[in-house]
Nanobody, 120 residues
Framework: QVQLVESGGGLVQAGGSLRLSCTAS????????MGWFRQAPGKEREFVAA????????YYKDAVKGRFTISRDDAENTVYLQMSNLKPEDTAVYYC?????????????WGQGTLVTVSS
């Protein structure tokens, strides 16, 4: 069992950057695949990025490739999402998740979310 807490959200202008963090407040992220998802107002939650258990493989939604980078630091029990060149359409609540495989349907432990707002 792992409990996840996201931080780092906020208001940023288009073209700016933010780094989101997700730390396990209970348990450890070791051996878990980790992912980031987002949900914009009035829309379904969608996959953003994921990394496998050791960080050797990463996966991204096409719309964020080249702008977002997922990474993990197991010693810090934390996974990050570095977001650059942000666009208004990136505005959403961002959720961190853990699961046995880096595939959207396998994530089973979720954080409470952190809000990212990108102004034009």
């Amino acid at each position: 069992q792992v409990q996840l807490v996201e931080s780092g959200g906020g208001l940023v202008q288009a073209g700016g950057s933010l780094r989101l963090s997700c730390t396990a407040s209970l348990g450890t992220i070791k051996s878990y695949a980790m992912g980031w998802f987002r949900q914009a107002p009035g829309k379904e939650r969608e996959f953003v990025a994921a990394t496998n258990w050791n960080g050797a493989s990463t996966y991204y939604k096409d719309a964020v490739k080249g702008r977002f980078t997922i990474s993990r630091d197991d010693a810090e029990n934390t996974v990050y999402l570095q977001m650059s060149n942000l666009k208004p359409e990136d505005t959403a609540v961002y959720y961190c998740a853990a699961g046995p495989r880096p595939s959207p349907s396998y994530f089973e432990h979720w954080g409470q979310g952190t809000l990212v707002t990108v102004s034009s």
